[in-house]
């Protein structure tokens, strides 16, 4: 004991004073900085047991961001450039914004504190707009996670580096219904043909006898278990989804605005909605969307003496190559038929003509036609 008691009187004065004791609130804030180095990754416990992301689950949220402001006439610095604060504060502000397509709103606080540039991703309640600022500690002991500090790093905020840890924090699950529709028509002329039957009940049957074909049209809609989509969002790889057994599929996504496209080569035509906007809210967000199937085709090709043509090979381009990027090719049976599944929109059929034969050594004659894929049609 003496020994022990002299070699503490022997060490220096300045570690004689100890911190106080924390008080209630101390305790508060580490208490959610433990929650908040699990919020976001789904890991890690709070103190009493909790789970750390209990204290965002079901929250919105934006972004503050805390800069230096009404010092210049407090302190001397030759560093202190407060314009260059603002300067750098707004061109955060607008990246932010613009990257996150507005999903994810960005408040910028004017603080009295020296080489302060803080991102901080903050909840809802915390917003200036309820009567009360929560700025640098009692931001944090609010809850808040601080994406980016100056005073920290002491650098600049590289605007790359910030929406890449947004990104990383700001995770919000995503699932999505994909259900299919497909068009089926049966046609009730009791005319009599003057040209093959088939031919008759083509969608361009008018074309050749004058007749009109009128259809009767019965959507039906089902689940799409195991097919692809893909979710894109500019700037980015599209990530490729794929459904379960139930036609679902989840993917875990930031605040933004994405696209979803069908794969290529896909028997689904147009994705409806085809776009989805994900709030700025740890909540999951459930989404229906329909999948047009592309519409089962048969073509009926004659000769001259309308007789029926084998093994004709076809090829139907999309005047929309967004739509429809390759063309389809196809080749008729000994019956004279062709079947493929095509989306909404008018094509070009004409001879497949391989390996670039000239047009002189065709078997047939020249041959154009458009066609036109609707909804109503088969």
């Not at 004991?1 to 004791?21: C, D, N, Q």
């Not at 929650?35 to 909790?50: F, L």
């Not at 994705?271 to 740890?282: E, K, M």
């Not at 007789?307 to 999309?318: G, I, V």
Request: positive net charge; glycine residues 8%.
């Amino acid at each position: 004991l003496p020994a022990a008691v002299a070699a503490a009187s022997s060490r220096p004065a300045r570690y004689a004073m100890l911190p106080p004791k924390p008080s209630a609130r101390g305790r508060s804030s580490s208490r959610g900085q433990a929650a908040r180095r699990g919020a976001g990754t789904g890991s890690g416990t709070a103190a009493g047991g909790k789970n750390a992301t209990a204290i965002w689950q079901g929250r919105a949220f934006y972004v503050q961001m805390e800069r230096c402001c009404g010092v210049s006439d407090q302190v001397v610095s030759v560093r202190l450039d407060e314009d260059k604060y603002v300067r750098q504060s707004d061109v955060l502000r607008r990246g932010i914004e613009k990257y996150f397509d507005g999903q994810l709103r960005v408040e910028t606080l004017d603080v009295p504190t020296l080489y302060a540039l803080e991102v901080r991703v903050m909840p809802e309640e915390a917003h200036p707009r309820h009567g009360r600022r929560f700025i640098a500690q009692e931001a944090e002991a609010y809850g808040g996670k601080t994406i980016f500090s100056k005073i920290a790093s002491k650098k600049w905020p590289q605007l790359d580096h910030v929406i890449q840890q947004l990104q990383e924090f700001c995770r919000v699950p995503v699932q999505i219904a994909l259900w299919g529709r497909e068009v089926k028509a049966h046609t009730g002329d009791s005319s009599v043909p003057r040209t093959p039957r088939e031919v008759q009940q083509a969608v361009n049957a008018d074309t050749r006898d004058g007749v009109a074909r009128r259809s009767n049209t019965v959507g039906q809609q089902t689940v799409l278990p195991h097919a692809t989509l893909y979710c894109m969002h500019p700037g980015e790889e599209a990530r490729e989804l794929h459904t379960n057994a139930n036609g679902e599929a989840e993917v875990v996504l930031y605040p933004g605005n994405f696209t979803l496209i069908c794969g290529e080569g896909s028997n689904y035509d147009r994705l409806s909605p085809n776009q989805i906007a994900v709030p700025a809210r740890f909540a999951l967000l459930q989404v229906a969307v329909t999948a047009s199937m592309k519409k089962q085709c048969t073509f009926y090709v004659v000769d001259h003496l309308n007789r029926p043509f084998p093994r004709f090979p076809l090829k139907l381009t999309a005047k929309d190559t967004d739509a429809q990027p390759k063309p389809l090719h196809l080749q008729t049976k000994v019956n004279g038929r062709g079947k493929g599944r095509l989306g909404r929109g008018i094509y070009v059929a004409a001879y497949d003509a391989k390996d670039r034969v000239p047009q002189e050594v065709w078997p047939v004659a020249p041959l154009t036609q458009e066609l036109e894929v609707q909804d109503t049609e088969v």
